[in-house]
């Protein structure tokens, strides 16, 4: 049913022209998800709770993003750009939101079956 409802969702996206978003954006987009994977993948890892390794991995990328519009905003004719940091933000929620769908599954579903058995 994920599977269905994924295919469904990247088959519309093709169709939604609404916004605009410059290369500089795509590349803060690709950098938040990066960054959310890899704290992702390491708050896991080490604590195996996915809604902490999903916060954190959220907050990773959205503390990125901020720093680096703060720290452009302090050169010379640079201004804090708030659609980049959102950019940064949203790749970050789709690194988490995605990761958090699809680790641990395999685990959860031996646990359950185990259940089953006794």
């Known amino acids: 049913m994920k599977v269905l409802v994924t295919v469904l969702i990247l088959s519309f996206t093709g169709l939604c022209q609404a ?3 410059s290369n500089d954006g795509e590349y803060h987009f690709a950098a938040g998800a990066v960054i959310s994977a890899g ?3 390491i708050v896991y890892a080490t ?3 996915k809604k ?4 954190y991995g959220l907050g990773a990328s959205t503390l990125a993003g901020i720093t680096k519009e703060v720290i ?4 010379e004719l640079n201004r804090f750009d708030a659609g980049d940091m959102a ?3 949203l790749g970050g929620l789709t690194a988490s939101v ?3 769908l699809f680790v641990g599954k395999k685990k959860a579903k031996k646990r359950q079956k ?3 058995n006794y």
């Open 19 to 21: 916004q605009f978003i």
């Open 39 to 41: 704290t992702y993948a």
């Open 47 to 49: 604590t195996k709770d």
């Open 52 to 55: 902490k390794a999903f916060w």
């Open 72 to 75: 452009d905003s302090g050169k």
């Open 87 to 89: 950019a940064t933000s």
């Open 98 to 100: 995605t990761l958090s």
């Open 114 to 116: 185990a259940m089953l």
